[in-house]
């Protein structure tokens, strides 16, 4: 394979890629830039305006010189951050272009591929059609030989070279421009780092919990654009209690959220079998429900009427059971793989869900904050047990509709500005995905507007 071409693997993380998540994180760090810009002046009128004679004048103006500068300097480092993250978002929906155009070839290619015969051993079967041509046209292997011994692949050669390598520059392309583009980001990213000042606590201190500190300033904020994107859920980050590395900041806050909330009600044995023990179900946990809501900026409606479908799936033993026979069939020793499982059984361990409101495992890590693609045991352990706690998994999935919200581009309306069609296009996102549009994920967002009346009804 020349230098000019790279494979569908290669590239293959694009599909996670989001440039509207992107650029939500860049205006965050906008957000902060024009919060210390908005400081900024009254800090000099007090440093400049203010007369003051005695023996501490002087430590009295150089503490405002110092903090006006400070403040300026973290503006200058924040919106750097945002510069560089728009400019990577943009790089991103380019490399998405290129990488469609790749998929697209590589459907052309395995049509054609699949004209001269089936794929035998397993490795051909789950191979990408690049691979598989690669394959095909230098035979590498006895079973091969015995799949490949009939067919006379002469008369495709041509054409499959065009679409391998036309498909394989695309991918290129789009692995190159992600790739220079994440490498500026993340140069200019530490730049604006190294603009930050370092807030150390001493050996032995004490965290202090600074927002609650600030109770009256945080009441006189409250009504400022600036201390939150719009559309946003409220601000506040926690660390994580010392000795427990593997729970994330994100998990910690919400665990500290749900224990002042009424007990969740659970459908682990018993899911709800009909509409009334749905309207039950809402109904007993609807604090939960606003509280988790609320918290992620999404309507209280919108996070109850994915819970309405949900619910009624399937018991909570038998996503253990899923993953299970997943996680037995990704060993390596296993004859099939876990995405060729029939039924619903079909699909990695990480894309298993769990909880009352169905969340992939991955999903949920992402959300709380982890690295899907590098979780320890320790830390898959504490996002599957947060997924089947009913409480934790409304706050989770509340954050994933957020999430959903923002990639369809309604992350700066409100929660109480979401029209009843938007709702019914997140939930169709949050069925299908990428697929969102297909008809089964269409007829889930269809199913969930039709129901939102009784949902509704049920959280008042």
């Given at each position: 394979m020349s230098s000019g071409l790279s494979h569908h693997e290669d590239v293959a993380f694009l599909e996670e890629c989001s440039p509207p998540l992107i650029e939500r994180n860049a205006a965050e760090f906008r957000r902060l830039r024009d919060l210390l810009v908005e400081v900024g002046e009254p800090a000099r009128r007090a440093e400049t305006r203010t007369e003051w004679e005695s023996e501490g004048s002087h430590t009295y103006t150089a503490r405002l010189t110092e903090a006006r500068l400070l403040t300026a300097q973290m503006a200058e480092g924040y919106d750097r951050a945002a510069s560089a993250l728009n400019a990577y978002a943009a790089a991103v929906t380019t490399a998405k272009s290129h990488y469609r155009n790749g998929k697209h070839t590589e459907r052309a290619l395995a049509a054609l591929i699949d004209t001269k015969g089936v794929a035998v051993t397993k490795a051909a079967r789950t191979a990408e059609p690049m691979r598989r041509w690669e394959d095909m046209r230098a035979t590498t292997g006895f079973l091969d030989f015995l799949a490949e011994a009939t067919m006379d692949v002469e008369d495709i050669r041509?054409?499959?070279?065009?679409?391998?390598?036309?498909?394989?520059?695309?991918?290129?392309?789009?692995?190159?421009?992600?790739?220079?583009?994440?490498?500026?980001?993340?140069?200019?990213?530490?730049?604006?780092?190294?603009?930050?000042?370092?807030?150390?606590?001493?050996?032995?201190?004490?965290?202090?919990?600074?927002?609650?500190?600030?109770?009256?300033?945080?009441?006189?904020?409250?009504?400022?654009?600036?201390?939150?994107?719009?559309?946003?859920?409220?601000?506040?980050?926690?660390?994580?209690?010392?000795?427990?590395?593997?729970?994330?900041?994100?998990?910690?806050?919400?665990?500290?959220?749900?224990?002042?909330?009424?007990?969740?009600?659970?459908?682990?044995?018993?899911?709800?079998?009909?509409?009334?023990?749905?309207?039950?179900?809402?109904?007993?946990?609807?604090?939960?429900?606003?509280?988790?809501?609320?918290?992620?900026?999404?309507?209280?409606?919108?996070?109850?009427?994915?819970?309405?479908?949900?619910?009624?799936?399937?018991?909570?033993?038998?996503?253990?059971?899923?993953?299970?026979?997943?996680?037995?069939?990704?060993?390596?020793?296993?004859?099939?793989?876990?995405?060729?499982?029939?039924?619903?059984?079909g699909g990695t361990p990480d894309e298993t869900s769990f909880g009352p409101i169905a969340i992939q495992l991955r999903r949920g890590a992402e959300v709380l904050g982890y690295d899907p693609a590098h979780l320890t045991d320790a830390q898959r352990d504490l996002v599957e047990e947060s997924l089947q706690d009913p409480e934790q998994n409304a706050f989770i999935a509340a954050g994933f509709l957020a999430r959903i919200k923002a990639e369809a581009g309604y992350g700066d309306v409100p929660a109480e500005q979401l029209t009843d069609a938007q709702m019914r296009e997140i939930a169709a996102r949050y069925n299908g995905g990428p697929y969102w549009q297909s008809g089964k994920a269409q007829d889930y967002g269809d199913d969930f507007g039709e129901a939102l009346g009784k949902v509704k009804d049920a959280m008042r």
């Open positions: 041509e054409e499959a070279d065009r679409l391998h390598d036309a498909a394989g520059g695309s991918f290129h392309l789009a692995r190159t421009v992600e790739a220079e583009a994440r490498a500026t980001c993340v140069h200019v990213l530490k730049q604006a780092y190294e603009l930050l000042p370092e807030f150390k606590v001493p050996a032995g201190g004490a965290r202090p919990d600074l927002y609650v500190a600030m109770a009256d300033i945080r009441r006189e904020a409250a009504a400022s654009p600036l201390t939150h994107l719009p559309g946003s859920g409220p601000k506040r980050e926690t660390a994580p209690p010392p000795g427990d590395a593997a729970m994330s900041p994100a998990l910690r806050d919400i665990r500290m959220r749900i224990s002042s909330l009424p007990q969740a009600d659970d459908s682990y044995w018993d899911p709800p079998g009909d509409d009334g023990e749905r309207a039950r179900w809402i109904s007993h946990n609807k604090e939960v429900l606003r509280a988790a809501a609320r918290h992620s900026g999404v309507p209280d409606e919108l996070l109850a009427g994915i819970a309405w479908k949900e619910i009624g799936g399937q018991y909570g033993f038998t996503d253990d059971l899923t993953d299970t026979v997943r996680g037995a069939a990704d060993s390596p020793l296993s004859p099939v793989p876990a995405r060729d499982l029939p039924w619903r059984l």
